[in-house]
């Protein structure tokens, strides 16, 4: 599967501290450490919908990981999927009476177009789990020969299942108790109440065949993965046994990142599968959390075709810490416009206020936890200041325009 364009990031002089970032599985803020190769997976859509607001956020939040990493010095080796197979696709698909390859398809499209706009900073593997269907059989196989997996007590469909004990460290992810777990598992496409299982968490690895359902030979019989093992291959097999960071919405704490953890390191026996677990907040609308089920979504694609420059989306966006949840209002996309209206105006003075100081402010206030309102508010200051005409720096303009193309993924 393809992934979208690139753009060009600016190089500017000099570096800042480590970034350090919060860990969903110690609930701590910590040095993340990567080697000259920084490795990242951040989990993709089922594209069944077009991208909303809150996919955007997710996806702004890791590019600027990928951004200040880059700026830092490290190779970033990026790996994101597209769970073009599972339930909710073909729910909308026959909802809609669409072709679910079709639905995919476009959806995956559209999204590709909304990364681009918004100059998210492409996966360097942008990988369905249809093509990438032998390699998760594969790792099911390996699970099912290793003891880690079972298949019910079911003639007419034995499914595969993982154990969720045989690792010992089942929940450590999330560090939520067993009633809360179940409760998301319930609600969040588990099925922790069908007969046969050993424990009511345990995930599904491997859907046999059913009628009208599509399915792919292997040698577990026709069938369709998991939604949790997809993740688990496609990352062990392009980044190794352990990577520096697993990203999502928060909304993936449990089960998803809970789950394709477990069935990595109970593969490779290397724990744990990531050193930091980071997640984004939600986005909402009207008091509510922005999702397909409440139909309450914006959407990027809408906002572009109604003329929104997507850096403004970008910077109302940037102007919410990424893990709080935060709401989307009209109020916050004309202040993002005003603000970016300023900042442009001040680059494009003759002279301005010496920027080495707002450089390195940008770079500790992102290394710390991608402070992004106290970066704003810096760039702000710098603004107005240079708005006053009180600079005589001619350098500092095109100074500011790359450091907040390289470091926000703002374009002046």
């Not at 109604?306 to 989307?328: C, E, F, K, M, S």
């Not at 100081?357 to 200041?385: G, K, M, S, Y």
Request: proline share 6%; charged share 25%.
């Amino acid at each position: 599967m393809h992934s979208w364009a690139s753009v060009d990031v600016p190089r500017i002089g000099g570096s800042g501290p480590s970034l350090r970032l919060h860990d969903s599985a110690t609930g701590r803020i910590r040095p993340t450490a990567p080697g000259p190769e920084a490795t990242m997976y951040v989990c993709g859509i089922t594209p069944y919908d077009a991208t909303h607001l809150g996919h955007a956020a997710t996806y702004l939040a890791f590019d600027l990981v990928n951004r200040v990493w880059r700026d830092l010095g490290h190779d970033v080796h990026y790996v994101q999927n597209v769970t073009d197979i599972d339930d909710p696709l073909l729910e909308r698909a026959e909802r809609d009476q669409d072709d679910w390859v079709v639905l995919g398809m476009r959806e995956t499209a559209l999204f590709r177009e909304d990364m681009e706009a918004l100059r998210v900073l492409p996966p360097r593997h942008f990988i369905g789990a249809v093509e990438a269907m032998g390699e998760i059989a594969e790792l099911v196989g390996k699970l099912l020969a290793g003891g880690s997996a079972y298949r019910v007590d079911d003639d007419e469909y034995p499914d595969v299942y993982f154990d969720t004990t045989v690792t010992g460290r089942f929940g450590y992810e999330s560090n939520y108790d067993e009633a809360t777990m179940i409760a998301l598992s319930r609600e969040r496409g588990g099925d922790p109440d069908r007969p046969g299982k050993r424990h009511a968490l345990d995930p599904l690895l491997w859907r046999m065949a059913r009628p009208g359902e599509p399915s792919w030979e292997s040698d577990l019989g026709a069938g369709r993965p998991g939604w949790h093992v997809e993740c688990a291959a496609i990352a062990l097999n392009r980044l190794g046994n352990q990577i520096d960071l697993n990203g999502g919405g928060s909304d993936l704490i449990f089960p998803h990142h809970e789950c394709g953890a477990a069935h990595a390191e109970a593969h490779t026996g290397v724990a744990p599968f990531a050193r930091h677990y980071a997640h984004s907040g939600m986005i909402g609308l009207d008091g509510e959390k922005m999702s397909k089920s409440r139909g309450n979504l914006v959407f990027v694609s809408k906002l572009r075709s109604q003329g929104v420059d997507p850096n403004a989306i970008r910077v109302a966006l940037l102007a919410g810490h990424y893990r709080t949840d935060r709401p989307w209002t009209a109020e916050l996309l004309e202040q993002a416009q005003e603000r970016l209206a300023r900042w442009r105006e001040a680059t494009s003075l003759a002279t301005a206020p010496a920027a080495d100081d707002l450089v390195l402010r940008l770079r500790t206030h992102l290394a710390d936890d991608l402070d992004t309102p106290a970066a704003l508010a810096a760039v702000d200051a710098w603004a107005a200041e240079a708005l006053e005409r009180r600079g005589t720096d001619a350098a500092a303009p095109a100074l500011v325009r790359n450091a907040l193309d390289a470091l926000l993924g703002v374009a002046l």
